[in-house]
């Protein structure tokens, strides 16, 4: 498995040169406590136009797609982007949501039902808007999508067009135990860890790596990079 790469908000948008700092913005403030918030849309609104604003928000949008943040009861927060996961702790007075993970310092605003954060760099600012994400916490979609006990089997590569990784990852699978334990088997060689679900969203933790997948049905779809990643099979009994 490939070792974590994103660390914090500002390594991640630095990749692209475009974060020297977070401004909050107002709204009516609810508590982040125990609230998962994912990504909803990039807007430029300042200091840029046309189409130059444009190609700016589709960049933004693309970069922040699958990014979200998870905040639970202790001041703890967990932040999801591209697959992998970083962690930090936060504090929230009224509106105002600082955020801390390795040393650095996210201001963010709350409101009723999303995080506002203001990202600018050379006169050009944008807002990203994070929604509260459905209540389902414990409801999977659909029988299938429970991974407790199946097994998923290698199908194809989505996003990625490489005979070399098509042929690395043939006969590759993934097994989920029934009390939170996977192996994944890749050319003969296993590695094992352990996973959580959340309704569709599977996070899986092995030497301190830790992805993101998809289940849908009786497939499941393994993150590697934006837009890209391993789909797998349920293997029938």
Excluded: H, W
């Amino acid at each position: 498995m490939q070792k974590r790469f994103v660390t914090t908000l500002l390594a991640l948008v630095a990749a692209i040169a475009c974060l020297v700092g977070l401004v909050a913005c107002g709204g009516n403030a609810e508590p982040v406590a125990g609230n998962t918030y994912v990504f909803e849309k990039a807007e430029i609104t300042k200091g840029a136009s046309g189409v130059v604003k444009e190609e700016s928000e589709k960049i933004l949008n693309q970069l922040y797609a699958e990014t979200s943040f998870s905040f639970d009861d202790e001041n703890n927060f967990t932040m999801t982007a591209m697959g992998f996961s970083n962690s930090g702790t936060y504090t929230q007075s009224g509106s105002k949501l600082t955020m801390t993970a390795d040393g650095e310092d996210q201001t963010a605003t709350v409101t009723s039902d999303s995080i506002k954060l203001t990202i600018t760099n050379n006169g050009v600012t944008a807002t990203l808007t994070y929604k509260l994400a459905q209540e389902e916490t414990g409801t999977i979609t659909s029988p299938s999508a429970n991974v407790a006990g199946k097994t998923y089997v290698f199908k194809e590569l989505a996003g990625i067009s490489s005979s070399e990784a098509e042929a690395v990852y043939e006969g590759a699978t993934i097994a989920f135990d029934n009390n939170g334990g996977f192996t994944m088997t890749v050319m003969g060689s296993s590695e094992s860890g352990t996973y959580t679900q959340n309704n569709a969203t599977l996070t899986m933790t092995a030497n301190d790596t830790t992805l993101t997948a998809t289940v849908s049905g009786d497939e499941l779809l393994l993150t590697v990079a934006d837009s890209a990643g391993i789909v797998f099979q349920l293997q029938e009994n």
